[in-house]
């Protein structure tokens, strides 16, 4: 019976490529705090979203995987990023202290593919912004000028749409979309709030229709993204001043857990409708850029881990490391946990 319900979603989700925000992921930056700049992200997803820690060190040559004027370039800055194999970097940190987070947009129009333009496939877009650059200002400012295009392809059986938020040391943010084929640059200490559809500006225009936020409108209760944004946004305004680490991480951990989705029964006919569904929170992070620490807990563990990226060798003679997070019990600091690992494949058009 299980085989059957697995197949029968299959061939759903390839009914829906466009249509469903699955990927229902949230992001939320403290950057008011007064002691220390923390954001933190949900990963949302139908299924099993197995990613993993890898060091990943500068100087290395890469391509954009698109063939006709595909970008190449050589890595500036080494990165700690949760990754999964197949699809690439998800979440990271550079050397830099730049962070940067991957989020589901189904509404994303990356265009239609020009040969006379360079591109990259979605799969390294996020991977080649820690690559290259050291701040959000550095990261608007090169988006702000449509460098390249973007490819994308099928993730899961959907076709892959997503859109970036960073944030650095500094309290500084940025969010990229890609509408009507060029990129659209949020750029705003102010923008510390994301999820998914509909698109950013709109999302700021719903936020001021609720209390808080200029409006008359309750708070929403639903695990739709439009609700998401509004209950991060207001739960993040009302934290308390953080006096040390340990509070403006377990605080940004309570929103994050306020708008993560519980473990639910997939609604197949929601599925088939193109309607959203029940996607629940398999991993959420919170990185410290203030203090270097990046904290991962698995909705299917009671542990949560964390690595100090400033103690990390970044060298290009360090070579690939990579903390196996899948039925592992660590817990706690594991900075010292790295063993050297492969290379992974990333998602790539077809």
């Known amino acids: 019976m299980r085989m059957l319900i697995q197949k029968f979603m299959a061939v759903l989700l390839g009914f829906t490529m ?5 990927l229902a992921c949230s992001r939320a930056l403290w950057n008011t705090n007064g002691h220390a700049v923390t954001v933190g992200r ?18 290395i040559e890469r391509d954009g995987l698109v063939g006709t004027n595909s970008v190449k ?44 333009r360079p591109a990259m496939s979605l799969g390294v877009w996020l ?49 990229i979309e890609y509408q009507d084929g060029k990129p659209k640059v949020y750029h705003s200490r102010k923008h510390t709030v994301m999820t998914n559809d509909p698109v950013y500006s709109k999302q700021l225009e719903k936020l001021a229709n609720y209390k808080g936020f200029g409006g008359n409108d309750p ?23 953080a006096s040390n680490n340990r509070e403006s991480v377990a605080y940004v951990f309570s929103v994050m857990r306020n708008v993560s989705q519980p473990f639910a029964e997939v609604d197949l006919k929601a599925i088939a409708s193109g309607d959203p569904h029940n996607s629940p929170t398999r991993w959420r992070t919170v990185i410290d850029l203030t203090n270097g620490n990046f904290y991962y807990e698995s909705t299917l563990s009671p542990n949560i881990i964390w690595v100090n990226f400033k103690e990390l060798d970044f060298s290009t003679t360090s070579g690939l490391r990579k903390i196996d997070l899948q039925g592992n ?5 594991s900075t010292k946990a790295f063993k050297p690992a492969k290379v992974f494949s990333v998602l790539k058009p077809e």
Not at 43 to 59: E, H, L, S, Y
């Open 18 to 22: 466009v249509a469903t925000s699955v």
């Open 42 to 59: 949900n990963m949302d997803w139908i299924n099993n979203m197995p990613a993993d820690f890898f060091v990943i060190p500068r100087g």
């Open 73 to 116: 370039w050589k890595s500036k800055y080494g990165q700690l990023a949760l990754v999964r194999e197949g699809a690439g970097v998800m979440d990271g940190v550079n050397e830099k202290g730049l962070a940067g987070h991957m989020l589901w947009l189904g509404t994303s129009d990356y265009g239609a593919r020009d040969l006379t």
């Open 127 to 175: 991977q080649y912004c820690l690559d290259n650059f050291g701040s959000v200002a550095e990261v608007a400012a090169a988006f702000e000028k449509d460098p390249f295009q973007i490819v994308t392809t099928k993730f899961d059986g959907m076709k892959a749409s997503t859109h970036l938020a960073f944030e650095d040391s500094t309290g500084d943010s940025v969010i």
């Open 219 to 241: 708070l929403p209760g639903s695990n739709a993204a439009a609700d998401r944004f509004v209950r991060a946004a207001y739960y993040l305004q009302g934290l308390p001043k």
């Open 329 to 333: 019990n660590l817990i706690g600091d």
